[in-house]
């Protein structure tokens, strides 16, 4: 290796070392949203160590083709400790800081959907919803009323020809009609009372 390759490595060392300082304050500003699940604490704790591990030796393989020296170590371990002493407190203050100005613009952006998109499609769908109520309550209206004058001269002929029949048969009919009309009452409190429970 040469001194040019090993001073490469060196640098590309101490700054991946810088960065996993870097990743790994990140990494902890964000832990708390996560640290009641014992799971995905494990989740997260392997895959973060796991992924920064595989960067390092990619950036090791780019620049010395993946070879491990006593100094490589020494010079990761170095730019992570300079970060800790020296950048460390500086960047969680400008982290902090991005992350407020994020959920500012987070923020404004969604109460301008909720102005332009969100609250006109409500008012659009309850428009249509209303429109469709009043046709179907016209188209009802309608429909009883022709309905109506459909049935009341067939309601008429069954009058008459009830009055024709013999006595013993509209005593008959009037059984079944209050047998029909008890039935029907029974229906309706159990329906009643089961509309009742559900609310």
Not at 99 to 127: D, W
Not at 146 to 152: M, T, W
Request: glycine share 6%; charged share 15%.
């Amino acid at each position: 290796m040469s001194l040019s390759t090993q001073l490469l490595t060196m640098l590309s060392m101490i700054t991946g070392g810088l960065s996993t300082g870097v990743m790994l304050d990140t990494f902890r500003r964000f832990s708390p949203y996560w640290k009641n699940r014992r799971i995905m604490v494990y989740v997260m704790e392997i895959g973060f160590w796991f992924t920064q591990t595989l960067l390092l030796f990619y950036i090791l393989f780019l620049v010395n083709g993946g070879e491990i020296r006593l100094y490589i170590v020494l010079a990761c371990l170095l730019g992570f400790s300079f970060y800790q002493a020296i950048l460390s407190n500086s960047y969680k203050k400008l982290l902090e800081h991005g992350i407020r100005l994020a959920l500012v613009i987070y923020r404004f952006f969604s109460r301008l959907v909720q102005i332009f998109i969100i609250s006109p499609i409500k008012g659009i769908l309850f428009v249509i919803y209303a429109v469709l109520v009043w046709l179907l309550k016209l188209f009802a209206s309608v429909f009883f009323f022709i309905l109506a004058i459909i049935l009341k001269p067939i309601q008429w002929l069954l009058r008459g020809l009830y009055q024709l029949l013999p006595k013993k048969v509209q005593r008959f009919l009037l059984k079944i009609a209050g047998f029909y009309s008890t039935i029907k009452n029974n229906l309706r409190k159990v329906w009643n009372r089961v509309s009742w429970k559900r609310r």
